[in-house]
């Protein structure tokens, strides 16, 4: 999956667990609380799952859980969520280009995507609790 910027570009990564939008499908901003905030080697990290996602096969749901922000010096450059149940994934902000706008897929069994989540619910205090 492309990135919308170059990986350089990023000086952070937020984590962030998704607030429930009703009435909303498609999120035009990432909302809801942040679980971590990734810096230099684990943001690239991130990038690099993220970049690596393989295409997949969308099904219908969209009810994304997770997503990032990502910041550049002064601004967020872009933002994701992604729906491991549907492989669907929405890059919304500035730095997102409009041939990378709307869902796109991604293998939700894939290694980078199973990390990926892993990640997420590693940071994810709910999901700690159960």
Do not use: K
């Not at 499908?25 to 990038?47: D, I, N, R, S, Y």
């Not at 859980?65 to 933002?79: K, P």
């Not at 491991?84 to 994934?89: K, L, R």
């Amino acid at each position: 999956m492309l990135l919308p910027v170059d990986a350089d570009q990023v000086l952070l990564v937020e984590a962030v667990r998704l607030a429930r939008a009703p009435g909303r499908p498609f999120p035009e901003t990432v909302v809801g609380e942040e679980l971590a905030v990734w810096v230099e080697g684990e943001a690239e990290q991130v990038l690099g799952l993220i970049a690596d996602l393989p295409d997949g096969e969308r099904y219908r749901c969209f009810t994304p859980r997770y997503g990032v922000r990502a910041h550049g010096n002064t601004d967020v450059l872009f933002e994701a969520v992604f729906c491991f149940s549907c492989n669907g994934a929405l890059f919304t902000g500035p730095s997102v280009p409009a041939g990378m706008r709307g869902i796109r897929t991604f293998d939700a069994d894939s290694p980078p995507a199973r990390e990926l989540l892993r990640r997420f619910r590693s940071c994810d205090p709910c999901e700690s609790a159960q």
